[in-house]
């Protein structure tokens, strides 16, 4: 996984310095920030002078599932107040899926956190590498900040393959984006992600009026 992240990180670099960024910028984001999704966004909401309002919404938005993540995540298995601060700052997608799978129950927190600090190694290096080469990448070349959406479509094919009894998630994740991309076009991000949680936090209460009706 680790290593699967380098290039994603090359990809950020890059993506940094042909948007106008000094090289530097990518490690500071990588560092201080460290969310992969997000950083891509932030560089194209810094370019676009976006207020810091909606920077902050849409921060709020793009990471409220880390709030979902820390509820089965082995956080009481780190000891440490440092440590424990730590895993919840590098608490990432890959390190969401990688802790929480079946082999992972009998893992010490030793080793959950440092898988997260290796992860977090893998990506700074990756996207510091990816923008002091930035300049030797032709300015035609596109797609580059496509990287990360790719990598959680695949997430995400591999969540659907492993949860084939919970068919309505993805269908409301689809749908959130298909109405939002209709009635909100240019705030789909937002707008899928406000339909998306708005959705599963109506499923939960329906669920939970069922069960204390049985």
Do not use: C
């Not at 560089?43 to 990471?63: D, E, F, M, Q, R």
């Not at 300049?135 to 496509?146: C, K, R, Y």
């Not at 479509?153 to 991309?181: F, I, K, Q, Y």
């Amino acid at each position: 996984m680790g290593l699967g992240l380098v290039p994603l990180g090359l990809a950020f670099g890059v993506f940094v310095t042909q948007s106008g960024l000094d090289w530097w910028w990518a490690s500071v984001f990588t560092s201080l920030i460290y969310a992969g999704s997000f950083e891509f966004l932030l560089v194209g909401l810094l370019g676009a002078a976006a207020p810091l309002t909606t920077i902050a919404l849409t921060a709020s938005l793009v990471n409220v599932r880390h709030v979902f993540y820390a509820l089965s995540f082995p956080l009481d298995r780190v000891r440490g107040g440092l440590a424990k601060a730590y895993s919840t700052f590098a608490l990432t997608d890959e390190a969401y899926a990688l802790t929480t799978g079946e082999r992972a129950r009998s893992w010490s927190g030793r080793r959950v956190i440092w898988l997260q600090g290796f992860m977090h190694l893998y990506w700074v290096g990756g996207a510091t590498a990816g923008a002091l080469l930035g300049s030797l990448i032709p300015d035609g070349v596109t797609g580059l900040d496509f990287a990360m959406t790719a990598l959680f479509a695949v997430l995400a094919v591999d969540a659907v393959r492993e949860r084939r009894g919970d068919p309505p998630t993805p269908l409301l994740a689809l749908l959130s984006a298909l109405v939002a991309r209709l009635v909100l076009p240019g705030q789909l991000l937002l707008g899928a992600f406000a339909l998306f949680t708005t959705a599963l936090l109506a499923r939960h209460a329906i669920a939970r009026k069922g069960a204390s009706h049985a």
